[in-house]
């Protein structure tokens, strides 16, 4: 059975951003585009029904802000591509059936910032948890990976930032051929750190990053798998403007740290 997201899947969230001047630091670099700001990060999304059998489930959820109004997206799979969940009862009818159909705004002034809050969005069928935190003095941080692998692996990476246990899923699933694996954005404390974990059969490897500082803890050996290139590209920025950019990569079984400030 196939259930849909609809389109109008959309929270908003209207933030009023206390931008704070950074002082010329590690942590905090002397940067214009270096200033920290209230940001939502999104930690889990899942259906409230109960546990069934197997579905297959598509459509779109995403998040505004105000400084521009662009969609960012939490989940988005076509029909051709769903993701399989178990977690709807069966019913009978159409093998096509809206789960959930809303559009919320978070009011910033009303909520705790710092702590980990639970919200649930009730559709006319069924209602959608979301797990989240409202962060002051946060960096926005881009992480993307690049990577080829000639035989299908089961890939799982992860995400957590200074001050929560949560993990962030960036990618689980299998992959293969070459090309960008995932693009994600996720909010750091202006002086915590990033650490990104990789799962690949019975190895781990671990990467951390912190805004101002660089690369801190990174695996000095190639990722198995990955023949030809597995590149992972972090930056740090505000306002979509990026203040400063690393990468590590591993080119041919050649690891390589490289820096870039913009």
Known sequence: ??????????????????????????????????????????FSLGLSSPLACPINIYGW???????????????????????????????KGSPYKQLFSGYVEIDTSLAGFGSILKSRFQGECHGLDMTYALLGDSIETVIE?????????????SATT????????LYDGKFCGSGSMFKHIVAVKKQGELRVVL??????????????VGVVLAPEHPVPGFTEYFVMNVSFRTRGKTASAWQWSCICNDVCVSKSCL
Not at 10 to 25: L, Y
Not at 74 to 88: E, V
Not at 162 to 169: A, C, P
Request: net charge negative; with cysteine.
């Open 1 to 42: 059975m196939q259930h849909h997201l609809d389109s109008s899947d959309d929270i908003a969230w209207r933030a009023h951003p206390c931008e704070v001047a950074c002082a010329s630091s590690a942590a905090a670099p002397d940067h214009p585009y270096f200033i920290p700001s209230e940001m939502l990060q999104v």
């Open 61 to 91: 959820f995403s998040v505004r802000d105000g400084w521009e109004p662009l969609r960012n997206y939490l989940f988005k799979r076509s029909r051709d591509d769903p993701a399989m969940i178990s977690q709807i009862k069966e019913e």
């Open 145 to 157: 990976v690049k990577a080829e692998a000639k035989q299908p692996s089961d890939v799982r990476i």
């Open 162 to 169: 200074s001050g929560f246990d949560y993990e962030i899923s």
């Open 199 to 212: 799962k690949l059969g019975d190895y781990t490897y671990k990467w951390t990053f912190k805004a101002g």
